[in-house]
């Protein structure tokens, strides 16, 4: 499962072109399987509230953290909610992409689950 949150769509986008189950995050969303988190990048460098509560609760299962960014904010806060969650738990930062990214992101998220998350489950 690639589980997301998407504000302005383009994490959204990316997902619709994975052809793997997704689910995008809701208030008390509950996962008792392996996933992939799927972000985007607020404030500075900022992890979204919505994203940081849903960690709490289900970061045990979090297999890998893919996050979306815009370069134009600098190198020094690019994508970094996912550095940021990477870091606090101890995750894989699977990819990081420079807004809705290139096919090679996109192949390289889709290895990443077939060899960490699908065969797990
Ligand atoms: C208010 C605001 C703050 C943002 N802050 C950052 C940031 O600190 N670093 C970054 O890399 N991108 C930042 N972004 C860019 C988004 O993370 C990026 O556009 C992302 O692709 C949005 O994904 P979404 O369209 O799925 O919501 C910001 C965007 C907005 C609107």
């Known amino acids: 499962m690639i589980v ?15 052809n793997l189950p997704n689910i995008e995050i809701n208030e008390g969303l509950q996962l008792g399987t392996p ?40 190198h020094h806060v690019f994508g970094m909610a996912g550095d940021k969650l990477a870091a606090e738990y101890g995750i894989p930062l699977v990819c990081k992409l420079d807004l809705r990214g ?3 992101d996109y192949e390289k998220i889709v290895q990443f689950y077939h060899q960490q998350v699908k065969e797990v489950v």
């Open 102 to 104: 290139y096919p090679q």
């Open 4 to 18: 997301y949150a998407s504000r302005t769509g383009n994490v959204s986008f990316v997902v619709s072109k994975l």
């Open 35 to 74: 996933f992939l988190l799927f972000t985007y990048t607020d404030g500075l460098g900022d992890i979204p509230s919505q994203v940081a509560r849903f960690m709490e609760q289900n970061n045990s299962f979090c297999r890998g953290i893919i996050v979306s960014g815009n370069s134009n904010f600098g």
